[in-house]
T-cell receptor, first 110, second 115 residues
């Protein structure tokens, strides 16, 4: 079955550490996205990519970085510059017919 | 800047009731509107997608309508069941730029259906 796979499901980060969240899709979608979800704030766009080797900042890109070396993969790195990284992170891909979301990664700072 | 509002923020109903969730958006120049369901700690599951040229979409007990000119959409759930309990999110994709545009989400409606 086609879909989006996010890993790991839970991730713990120490202060000052960089961590990378994985997102893989086998839907053959061109566009991919990273959203952050906080309680009471809905989903906010971090980065998006419309084609391989190209990506744009979303509304809250500071402290995050991405790469798009393959169509299927869009990893997100949460850097030490992100001061409040504890949140639920959702990856998505899209075609004009709509979005498909992964199951999410919950990141906690310890 | 597109803004999406969902009302009510939370809703608790007895099993069997028909209910309506509301979504409004400020910029009517949208490409499409999508309703999602989210269970606690899980990702988003797409329920219905309405293109800007459409008025409504139906899937089983769910019906979503779109009035683009007034910036409103409603999600109608018939004969609600406890398994419908979840957060329901409305999201719009703007018409500007490419058709791969970003989604703007509402805050969601938390639905509880009790037996």
């Amino acid at each position: 079955d086609g879909g989006i796979t996010q890993s790991p499901k839970y991730l713990f980060r120490k202060e000052g550490q960089n961590v990378t969240l994985s997102c893989e899709q086998n839907l053959n979608h061109d566009a991919m996205y990273w959203y952050r979800q906080d309680p009471g704030q809905g989903l906010r766009l971090i980065y998006y990519s419309q084609i391989v080797n190209d990506f744009q900042k979303g509304d809250i890109a500071e402290g995050y970085s991405v790469s798009r070396e393959k169509k299927e993969s869009f990893p997100l790195t949460v850097t030490s510059a992100q001061k409040n990284p504890t949140a639920f992170y959702l990856c998505a891909s899209s075609i004009p017919g709509g979005y498909t979301f992964g199951s999410g990664t919950r990141l906690t700072v310890v | 800047k597109q803004e999406v509002t969902q009302i009510p923020a939370a809703l608790s109903v007895p099993e069997g009731e028909n209910l309506v969730l509301n979504c409004s958006f400020t910029d009517s120049a949208i490409y499409n509107l999508q309703w999602f369901r989210q269970d606690p700690g899980k990702g988003l599951t797409s329920l219905l997608l309405i293109q800007s040229s459409q008025r409504e979409q139906t899937s089983g007990r769910l019906n979503a309508s779109l009035d683009k000119s007034s910036g409103r959409s409603t999600l109608y759930i018939a004969a609600s069941q406890p398994g419908d309990s979840a957060t329901y999110l409305c999201a719009v994709r703007d018409a500007g730029g490419t058709s791969y545009g970003k989604l703007t989400f509402g805050q969601g409606t938390i639905l509880t259906v009790h037996p």
